[in-house]
């Protein structure tokens, strides 16, 4: 297995590029089963999910093609049993129910595996199906969900949590083919959800709502290809604006959405740093003093989950004491233990992480656990004293397209050894 090599202390200085969603890109894909006719999706990252996806939409029949970011893809006749051996690498393999219910009336999917942060249910997609009236069967690791036909229908997806983005994406992939009005209380409002919709509508699709708490579908009797521009990628922009946080003498994010960051820039600028933004860029400089936060994760318009684990990074070395909760994902923590290892103080207190900052953290080998935890400790080795080991880089490659390539640019001094 690769490993990365991060040897710390270099300042980040230059322009980095940010790559196409892949929270985004991935139900998009999944919706171009919902027509016969070829769609092309421009802007989709190089990365190892994206490429369990492709090979997901192959093994169902698709046609894929695929050229230096763009794809097209043509669902022609397809299969609705999606092959466990590829399913289980990847939760959002999940998101091809919604498509193939839709147009098929039939889909199987083996119950997902992907990121080992605590306990991911589906429940909600499947009330959510069943009230368009499929019924759903669970039997041998495998999700089963049949419909003579779907009928439109007043669907909440709240939860304790929040609501689901996933979830949100899959029941509206479902109700785009429904006969009859489909109305989702309590969806998710990520700029995820809204760029699937954009996509569906610019198949035919119609839908209203999306970015809000209500969407209504009208159920329509079929779609047609359509070409569509992958947002960028939020997530990935936030992780780079935490490195230049930790490092940086002034970095700039180029081809960024920066309204789809200010959860992430507002508790940057509040713990000190100075951050521009133009329409699709944005620059962040350090301030003259580093402050403590406290930081809750909620779903959007609030703070990501997706970046907790980058700002526990930050915070690690961030004088004073910061409390960051997490409310999404209550286990999500699988970073403190390896950021421990590196010196940092940091209690956990349930789903509170209580962090008093340190001077210094120092290289150490340490495991990566999942996608964003595996950043995190990338960002922690670059203000590290001496080489962090990072092991089971195979997380990273899931989510960050040539992070150590993207950060060697900007100066950082990171190696790849392969396995
Ligand atoms: C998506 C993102 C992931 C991000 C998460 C929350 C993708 C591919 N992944 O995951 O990076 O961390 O949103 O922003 O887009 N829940 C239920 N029942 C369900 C579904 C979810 O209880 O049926 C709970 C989850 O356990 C969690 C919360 O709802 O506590 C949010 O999960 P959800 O929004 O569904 O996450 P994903 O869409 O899987």
Same mark, same amino acid.
């Given at each position: ?44 990252p !190089?990365?190892?999910?994206i ?10 029949g ?7 970011? @763009?794809?097209?893809?043509?669902? +022609? ?28 009336? !039939?889909?199987t ?13 589906i ?34 997806l ?50 209203? +709502? ?22 960028? !990628? ?17 970095? @700039? ?29 944005? @620059? ?23 970046m ?60 990566a ?18 080489? @962090? ?7 990273? !490659?899931r ?21």
């Amino acid at each position: 297995m690769d490993k990365i090599l991060v040897h710390g202390g270099r300042r980040l200085r230059g322009t980095v590029k940010i790559s196409g969603s892949k929270n985004s890109a991935l139900p998009i894909l999944a919706a171009t089963l919902l027509t016969r006719e070829p769609c092309t999706i421009s802007r989709v990252p !190089d990365l190892s999910d994206i490429h369990y996806m492709l090979t997901i939409l192959s093994e169902l029949g698709c046609e894929v093609e695929r050229a230096s970011g @763009t794809v097209q893809i043509r669902a +022609g006749k397809i299969l609705t049993h999606a092959p466990y051996e590829i399913v289980r690498k990847m939760r959002a393999s999940v998101c091809i129910l919604g498509p193939l219910l839709g147009r098929e009336h !039939d889909a199987t999917v083996s119950l997902p595996g992907g990121c080992v942060i605590g306990d991911r249910p589906i429940d909600l997609h499947l009330r959510g199906f069943e009230a368009l009236g499929a019924v759903v069967r669970v039997s041998g690791g495998n999700v089963k969900v049949l419909a003579d036909r779907l009928r439109g229908a007043r669907i909440s997806l709240r939860s304790k949590f929040g609501s689901t983005v996933l979830g949100t994406g899959n029941v509206m992939m479902a109700a785009v083919l429904a006969d009859g009005v489909t109305t989702i209380d309590g969806a998710a409002e990520e700029p995820e959800v809204v760029d699937l919709a954009r996509f569906l509508i610019s198949m035919g699709a119609k839908i209203e +709502g999306a970015g809000t708490r209500t969407i209504t579908i009208e159920g329509v009797k079929e779609l047609h290809g359509a070409e569509h521009e992958v947002i960028p !990628d939020r997530i990935e922009a936030g992780t780079f604006l935490v490195a230049a946080a930790i490092s940086g003498d002034g970095v @700039t994010l180029s081809r960024v959405e920066p309204r789809h960051l200010e959860a992430v820039s507002a508790p940057l600028r509040e713990a000190g740093f100075e951050i521009t933004s133009h329409s699709s860029s944005m @620059t962040l400089q350090p301030g003259s003093q580093r402050r403590p936060l406290k930081l809750d994760t909620v779903p959007y318009p609030g703070f990501p989950t997706d970046m907790q684990a980058q700002m526990c990074a930050l915070l690690a070395t961030t004088d004073g004491i910061s409390v960051v909760t997490e409310h999404v994902f209550p286990n999500r923590f699988m970073h403190v233990a390896e950021l421990k290892r590196m010196g940092a103080n940091i209690e956990l207190q349930n789903a509170t992480a209580v962090i008093q900052g340190v001077p210094r953290l120092g290289g150490a080998p340490v495991m990566a656990s999942d996608l964003r935890a595996s950043a995190a400790l990338v960002l922690a080795g670059l203000q590290a004293d001496g080489t @962090t080991e990072i092991n089971r880089v195979y997380h990273i !490659d899931r989510g960050y397209e040539s992070i150590d390539e993207k950060l060697n640019e900007l100066g950082a001094s990171i190696e790849r050894v392969k396995a």
